[in-house]
Nanobody, 125 residues
Framework: QVQLVESGGGLVQAGGSLRLSCAAS????????MGWFRQAPGKEREFVAA????????KSADSVKGRFTISRDNAKNTLYLQMNTLKPDDTAVYYC??????????????????WGQGTQVTVSS
C-alpha cells in the first residue's frame, strides 16, 4: 500500500520560512518523479514544483521561483519543499504526489498516480 505523508506545515508570518517533508512508503521512491501541489480555499489545485528521480532536474511554478526549492533524499524516501519569503497568497493545503515514472516532471496533476493527505500552510500578513 502506497503512503505519502506530508509534514511541516503550520502558521507563519509573511516573510518567514517553512520546510515541508513528504515521507513515502509502499513504493520504490527512486522509480518516481515527485511533485508538490497546493490548493487554496475555493481555488483549483495548482502545481508548485516537481523533481526528477535523480534530483538533478526540477521545475517550479513562476509564482514560487526564487522562493521555494524542491529536493529529495532517495536514501530516506523523502521529498522536501523549502519555502522562503512566504506570502499570504501561499496559504493553502500542500500535497505531495508521486509521478507515473522516473523522468517526466509534469505540472499536470493528472500525471501523478499517488497523493498524500496534505498539510496546511497558513501565512499571516
Amino acid at each position: 500500500q502506497v503512503q505519502l505523508v506530508e509534514s511541516g506545515g503550520g502558521l507563519v508570518q509573511a516573510g518567514g520560512s517553512l520546510r515541508l517533508s513528504c515521507a513515502a512508503s509502499g513504493l520504490t521512491f527512486s522509480d518516481h518523479a515527485m511533485g508538490w501541489f497546493r490548493q487554496a480555499p475555493g481555488k483549483e489545485r495548482e502545481f508548485v514544483a516537481a523533481i526528477r528521480w535523480s534530483g538533478d532536474v526540477t521545475k517550479s511554478a513562476d509564482s514560487v521561483k526564487g522562493r521555494f526549492t524542491i529536493s529529495r533524499d532517495n536514501a530516506k524516501n523523502t521529498l522536501y519543499l523549502q519555502m522562503n519569503t512566504l506570502k499570504p497568497d501561499d496559504t493553502a493545503v500542500y500535497y505531495c504526489a508521486a509521478g507515473r515514472g522516473r523522468w517526466r516532471i509534469s505540472n499536470s496533476q493528472y500525471e501523478y498516480d499517488y497523493w498524500g493527505q496534505g498539510t496546511q500552510v497558513t501565512v499571516s500578513s
